[in-house]
């Protein structure tokens, strides 16, 4: 691996991570030819340092003088983006979380797109995460992607991009980020001092950041929550009620019910197909607060052998479709919906 993906080259500036160097020489390579594209979509899972790659992306577009594969970190160029105050960089976000972003949004970058760099050279939006976009802010984006400034690159950034308008997709340049190698996202979270990291990261569905996170908030005790319920309603007769569970499971947030649901009937699914094998299992040194959770996921995965893929496949698209409105602004009674899903999930383990 190339010593540029070190942390210690260039502490200033956004360095890719190490599992994104092909993605990052491929990109890199479009810029010194001259061939970047005026939109990009990054896409991939949520957590592996999609945002990170747009800003060290933005980063040596606006660099005056790039050091071989990444900004200098010393031009003036640099020193305005270290100070946060480049004025052709603008990014993007929604106001808030379970926001959306709106059309007055939109209409800022389109005036900024509008404007002739300051510095001379290219000017950049960062925008994600673009399945938030309000359908009208999505059309009005839409525009600016049809009739592309000269000088400007947009980096539009995606967690799920099959959610994301075909239109909008259809002119951008895709840069798919893909789920880091295990052994590599390992390592440079224990180069972060974490030490149960193979089991953050076995809990995290493969996602070095939300591992690295975990350690931070509730995170780590509401997976417990979610997997003891998940597993306790999958026996029989089963061994909690669905209305407590739903209760329990109130704090959680729906994104974030939606999310695990899914990782686990993927997983469940996988493990059905690669069951001899163990391959899920986790052998690594960890604490006891991570060993429980780990060992109770791995309980619940290995018993979705029982369960009807059919079914399985069915609650995990109406997940999905939940999502997507949810993405759009969708403001469920929560009570009810769990509820509803509880339900669901009993029949499918039920049927089994
Ligand atoms: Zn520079």
Redesign the pocket.
Known sequence: MSLLFNMSESPSVHIPYPWQQDSWQKLQLQVVKNKIPHALLLAGQKGIGKWHFAEALADYLL????KAEL?????R??QLLLANSHPDKQIFIPEGVGKLLKIEQVRQLSTFVGKTAQQGGRKIVILGPVEQLNINAANALLKNLEEPAGDTVLILVSHVASAVMATIRSRCQMVPLLTPDKTIATTWLKELQIDNAAALLHLSGGAPLIAKAMLEGDDLEHLQTFITTLLSLSQRPPAASHIAVAKDWLGIGLSQIIAWWLQIIHGMLVYSFNDSNGSLKNKDNINTTTNSITSEMDRLLASGYRFNRQWLLKFSDKLILLRQQQLQGANPNMPLLIDELLLDWQVIVGRS
Do not use: E, R, T, Y
């Not at 900004?71 to 031009?75: E, I, L, V």
């Open positions: 660099c005056l003088s790039p900004a200098c970190g010393q031009c160029g640099c």
